[in-house]
């Protein structure tokens, strides 16, 4: 099986930066898709970006320009730099890892991130 641990998240004032990282452990190809998802108070969760074969990236048109997504293949981590961060970008970031091998979706646990003056 797989495990997602996040961490990076926390209180930002707008126009600050954050950087989220999972660290994943268990059978991982580096073929398979990460994603990044958020969830904000009220509203249902969406995708933010998505990183396949350690190389191939998309973003939401909310995020494209200010968010980064990477991966490091030797550790198993993937990261979400997040820049120019707007009130909006407050919610909670969940990690997801799309298994080629066990044919399942895996989930972090969430990070909190705030962004407010």
């Known amino acids: 099986q797989v495990q997602l641990v996040e961490s990076g998240g926390g209180l930002v004032q707008p126009g600050g930066s954050l950087r989220l990282s999972c660290a994943a452990s268990g059978t991982i190809f580096s073929r398979d898709t990460w994603g990044w998802y958020r969830q904000a108070p009220g509203e249902q969760r969406e995708l933010v970006a998505t990183?396949?074969?350690?190389?191939?990236?998309t973003y939401s048109e909310s995020v494209k320009g200010r968010f980064t997504i990477s991966k490091d293949n030797a550790k198993n981590t993937v990261y979400l730099q997040m820049n120019s961060l707007k009130p909006e970008d407050t919610a909670v970031y969940y990690c997801?890892?799309?298994?080629?091998?066990?044919?399942?979706?895996?989930w972090g646990q969430g990070t909190q991130v705030t962004v407010s003056s």
């Open positions: 997801n890892y799309r298994s080629s091998y066990y044919v399942r979706d895996y």
């Open positions: 990183i396949t074969n350690g190389v191939t990236q």
